[in-house]
């Protein structure tokens, strides 16, 4: 690297990300594990800058999970560290370098999930790749991690010896895990955060503020970078603290629906509402032998009891052709649920748990209550629950409502609200005051323990 490169790299970037440069410019293949927020991603990132700016000729590649983390990244990472008078920058059409009587022959910076057709990436020639946070890739199209990784991507660096640098905390002892312990191809960094705080990549107070708010097994695994095994009940974290009796949505508050449909068992559906930072799930519809359309109706009658209007609830559902199709006939908004990686959700439910961020009706969801404190790891397979036992008899479908209803909501959680039908002035007014106050508490730091109005 140049002089200027090399200055810019002390003055740029932490201690832990220093030695990252090192090793990947020695070794050329580099995987990494380091604490959440120490900035793997952002050196990456900043790494794909440096590459385009020593050699304009040189392309790179940027892998995510899925398109939505690409746009995440372009706004939080790439648009911070690229110069808008040096590159152009969209989550559409990738990076470019600025100046159009010089931007012929040059290289440029392409991104990617690795979720929808990866085989679309072969054949190019990348001075770089980037794989981001890689044990939470979602393979979607017949593939998996060693396609993606030997097949498709490794080639590309081959001709030019260029880097391949992998970055990722824990999943389980999912796919990263078996290449973490045995590719001896790349070279292997792991931080601990004693080392980051020394270098003064996080700070004492900041470790103490996530081990006491975060989920211990999350703080073990996201922290800690180890690879958690667990055993014993799936959501050890649900008690009497989590059991609500009487919920009901208040006027103008969105409803969102996890609906699990049983070919062979029973389909179910949970009610879920946020207030106050917290997930209501207040009803559920359980039933075996249901037919699409009964099953529906009594989604719409169940909606009608609480007064909640078709504009105010969303649906996220198994992948049933006709029930997809019937909810959109009857003009619901349906939207196909994220089965991907149970795991991940099932610890993103547990943390929300420990954070007292869920409340269950248990008698309207006397269903849900029996599994979730039934449910209990696979002692055979890894990271699995075990399917045998189903306290309701059938094949745990409101556990698999409550993964579908939880990703949902967070989904809705972040996503802007369009302004109800049909409102009255007064009622006008009272809506723009609770948006206005939702995106105050948004855009706003968060004190240890502080949530905001949904």
């Known amino acids: 690297m140049l002089d200027a490169q090399l200055q810019r790299a002390w003055h740029e970037l932490n201690g832990a990300q220093i030695v990252c440069l090192k090793t990947i410019a020695r070794h050329r293949l580099l995987k ?59 989550a559409i059409s990738g990076i470019s370098h600025v100046g159009r009587s010089q931007h012929k022959g040059r290289g440029a910076g392409y991104m990617s999930g690795v979720d929808k ?123 009497e603290r989590h059991q609500e009796v009487d919920f009901h949505p208040l006027p103008h508050e969105y409803v969102v629906l996890g609906i699990d449909i049983g070919f062979t068992a029973a389909s179910t559906a949970l009610f879920g509402c946020w207030r106050n930072g917290k997930l209501h799930i207040f009803d559920q519809i359980y039933g075996s032998k249901l037919r699409t359309g009964q099953f529906a109706d009594k989604i719409e009658e169940r909606m009608q009891a609480y007064a909640v209007e078709r504009h105010r609830y ?37 943390e929300g748990l420990h954070g007292n961020l869920v409340a269950i009706a248990p008698i309207r969801c006397h269903w849900l209550q029996r599994e979730i404190e039934s449910a209990s790891w696979s002692e055979k397979r890894a990271d699995e629950m075990e399917m045998k036992g189903d306290p309701n008899g059938n094949h745990w479908d409101s556990e698999a409502a409550l993964r579908y209803l939880w990703r949902g909501a967070r989904v809705e959680l972040e996503a802007p609200r369009e302004t109800p039908k049909g409102l009255d002035a007064g009622g006008m ?26």
């Open 32 to 90: 990494v594990m380091m604490p959440r927020q120490i900035g793997k991603t952002h050196f990456g990132c900043w790494l794909n800058r440096e590459v385009m700016r020593q050699n304009t000729n040189m392309s790179t590649l940027f892998l995510a999970k899925d398109f939505p983390s690409i746009t995440r990244a372009t706004k939080e990472k790439f648009t911070k560290l690229f110069p808008e008078d040096e590159f152009n920058v969209s």
């Open 117 to 239: 057709v990866p085989d679309k990436l072969r054949g190019g020639t990348m001075g770089l790749i980037h794989w981001s946070e890689v044990s939470f890739s979602k393979f979607e199209v017949g593939t998996d991690f060693q396609d993606v990784y030997q097949q498709i991507t490794l080639p590309m660096v081959a001709r030019t010896k260029g880097m391949y640098f992998m970055e990722s905390t824990p999943n389980g002892k999912n796919f990263w895990y078996d290449f973490w312990e045995n590719d001896d191809k790349f070279r292997r960094l792991k931080f601990d955060i004693d080392y980051c705080i020394n270098v003064g990549a996080i700070t004492r107070a900041e470790v103490d503020f996530l081990q006491n708010t975060m989920h211990p097994d999350v703080f073990d695994q996201e922290m800690n970078c180890n690879f958690v095994s667990f055993t014993g009940r799936v959501y050890g974290e649900y008690g």
């Open 314 to 350: 969303v649906a996220y559902t198994d992948h049933d052709p006709e029930m997809v199709d019937e909810l959109k006939q009857r003009k619901i908004k349906v939207t196909l649920a994220d089965k991907l990686d149970p795991f991940a959700c099932r610890m993103s439910i547990k």
């Open 429 to 454: 007014v009272e809506w723009k005051a609770k948006m206005a106050k939702k995106d105050t508490a948004q855009n706003a730091p968060l004190t240890p323990g502080q949530t905001f109005e949904y």
